[in-house]
């Protein structure tokens, strides 16, 4: 269903006033969200994450790196406005590709719409401390506003997550089978191999038990009730009034996603491919632009350390593991060789990027949303296609 133009006096006066009822409910959403905890709860949260992360930056990563912030300085300054233009060519082709995981898992969104709910959603989570649900909630509100059922934003966001999450497992495996298989193996290529044993693990784990959830509804059932029992001695533990219901809650996930990833699991998968290259080659621009001391590392060492900093991301102490990721690619790279201060140079270039553009632009994001009013819609009235609603299957 394509977005058609709402302006002036033409606009359905109905149609209107459920725009704007939408827009509360949509509103209502993110409040919802950012209420949810308690404010002294989110004042201890935010005091913990900023402490964190000045202790990162003011002694970790110094002590990591072993260099001065001014030598770091030294080394970013190098870099010309040509070198500049083209990492940023490199960084909006891989914001642009993600678009297409969401327009995947979720039919019907265009990629304009995408990159604009992309950018907001993830300001959101760049900035508030364990802010992934309040990121969750502001795709939630966007969606909604467009027309989009609940039903089909929650299955979208499941499963890009889902695709997330496999895709951060299974590159630190690749990035060891590189390293390995060329002959580049070292002490510091070992000491990576506890964590991507520990993330096969995970993965495969993941793998079989979606692939099982999605195989017959009788082992989705029996997956369903063992993920109950897992979690219902965990909610007392917390003193949770009620353990969440994870037996439906599998079980419709399988009626609702079934239709979406039978047929769209590859595309979803090359999408996602595609982010991760280019988010990667992303990281390599910035290690040859900075270049000085860096010339020991090649493209496999550059993507081993590329593939623990996105495995570093997932850690929600800090917002996207802000102290966690700069540490750990920037001791990756120097285990394999880089300079000291090369290394941290072309480390804090890549989340120049991949962290602090993305809060300006999720201003913009959030103003864009706020602004097209022809991307409007009344609530509900996208219409799913099947694939989307999906099917119990055999």
């Known amino acids: 269903m394509s977005p058609s133009p709402h302006s002036g006096d033409d606009e359905d006066p109905d149609i209107g006033q459920a725009i704007d009822i939408d827009r509360t409910d949509a509103i209502a959403v993110v409040e919802h969200e950012l209420h949810r905890k308690s404010t002294r709860r989110r004042v201890v ?32 300054d190098r870099l010309t406005w040509l070198q500049v233009a083209g990492l940023t060519a490199v960084w909006i082709t891989s ?66 997550g889902i695709w ?9 495996l690749v990035a060891l089978a590189l390293l390995v298989g060329m002959g580049l193996s070292s002490g510091h290529t070992r000491s990576l191999l506890v964590p991507t044993v520990l993330g ?16 017959s509804e009788p082992l989705a059932v029996r997956i369903g009730e063992l993920g109950q029992r897992l979690a219902t001695p965990v909610a007392r533990r917390l003193r949770r009034s009620s353990a969440p219901d994870v037996a439906v809650a599998v079980v419709e996930f399988r009626h609702r996603s079934i239709g979406l990833l039978r047929t769209r699991w590859l595309p979803l998968t090359l999408w996602m491919l595609a982010y991760n290259l280019t988010q990667y080659l992303l990281l390599l621009g910035c290690v040859r632009a900075i270049g000085v001391d860096n010339a020991e590392l090649g493209w496999a060492q550059v993507f081993a350390a590329f593939a623990f900093a996105r495995l570093l991301e997932t850690i929600p ?13 920037v001791a990756a790279l120097i285990g394999f060789g880089g300079g000291a201060a090369g290394s941290t140079a072309a480390v804090f270039c890549f989340r120049g990027f991949t962290y602090l553009a ?37």
């Open 45 to 76: 949260e935010a005091l913990v994450s900023l402490t964190v992360v000045a202790v990162f930056f003011t002694f970790v990563i110094p002590a990591v790196s072993d260099a001065h912030y001014s030598e770091i300085w030294r080394e970013l």
């Open 95 to 160: 914001m642009l590709l993600y678009t297409g995981v969401l327009t995947t898992s979720l039919p019907g969104l265009t990629h304009p719409q995408a990159l604009t709910v992309n950018f907001a959603g993830s300001a959101v989570s760049n900035v508030v401390p364990f802010g992934g649900a309040v990121g969750v909630g502001a795709t939630y509100a966007i969606c909604l506003s467009w027309g989009f059922r609940m039903t089909s934003i929650t299955l979208s966001i499941l499963v890009s």
């Open 164 to 172: 997330n999450v496999f895709a951060k497992l299974g590159l630190p």
């Open 200 to 215: 096969l693990a995970v993965l495969v784990a993941a793998v079989t038990v979606l692939v099982l959830i999605l195989r």
């Open 317 to 329: 102490l800090t917002p996207s593991g802000v102290g966690f990721v700069e540490a750990g690619a």
């Open 358 to 394: 993305e809060i300006p632009l999720g201003a913009v994001g959030w103003l864009t949303w706020t602004t097209r009013r022809s991307w409007r819609r009344p609530p509900r009235s996208r219409t799913e296609t099947p694939e989307a609603v999906g099917a119990p299957g055999p």
